[in-house]
């Protein structure tokens, strides 16, 4: 088994928010003072996996990439699978949101100044929800703070909505498609 303790993972959209109702404008002609009230967005969370997650990276990958990496890749995507290649990364780490996993991220330190970010899966039902920006902005920090200078992925060419979300995110495609992805990449400051 891999270091799993120190583990610490792909299609977040665009969000659209409710419109306000009168109800709940705000009635005052003076500039609103800052408000405490919480972000639209709950905080995230991070931890490093555990067994006890395999479980929820199998489900939650399965629902979330099993068309889109079949349709990339005209293999089948399985749990063993999933698992396996999970197993063979450095860093596998839980997102959490009030003490809930909502996806995972994994991710391989290539050289000193380099990381592969090997994957990014967030539950459907959390997506266009502003959650995997908060993660990019997470992972870039951390990246930054252990001297990264560049952080290379992948991204499914059948997956649309992962591809614009990276884009969107700064990255850029950094080769030609192999095998049903596109090498992607982002270069820190």
């Given at each position: 088994m891999k270091k799993r303790q120190q583990k610490q993972?792909?299609?977040p959209r665009a969000s659209a928010k409710s419109p306000k109702t009168a109800k709940h404008a705000k009635r005052t002609t003076k500039p609103a003072?800052?408000?405490t009230a919480p972000a639209t967005t709950p905080s995230l969370t991070f931890r490093p996996r555990t067994d006890s997650d395999d479980s929820f990276i199998s489900s939650v990958?399965?629902?979330?990439?099993?068309?889109?990496?079949?349709a990339s890749t005209s293999q089948p995507l399985t749990e063993q699978i999933?698992?396996?290649l999970v197993n063979q990364t450095d860093t596998c780490v839980i997102i959490e949101q009030r003490g809930k996993p909502?996806?995972?991220y994994c991710y391989d330190r290539t050289s000193s100044d380099r990381i592969y970010w090997g994957s990014l899966v967030i539950m459907p039902?959390?997506?266009?929800?502003?959650?995997?920006?908060q993660v990019v902005e997470h992972f870039v920090a951390e990246a930054k703070k252990q001297g990264v200078r560049r952080?290379?992925?992948?991204?499914?060419?059948?997956?649309?909505?992962?591809?614009?979300?990276?884009?969107g995110n700064g990255f850029q495609v950094a080769g030609r498609e192999q095998n049903g992805s596109?090498?992607?990449q982002l270069q820190l400051d």
């Open positions: 993972a792909n299609s003072a800052p408000s990958t399965l629902l979330t990439l099993k068309d889109v990496f079949e999933i698992l396996h909502i996806g995972y039902g959390k997506q266009a929800r502003g959650h995997g920006k952080i290379d992925g992948h991204v499914q060419v059948k997956n649309e909505d992962a591809y614009h979300f990276w884009m596109v090498p992607i």
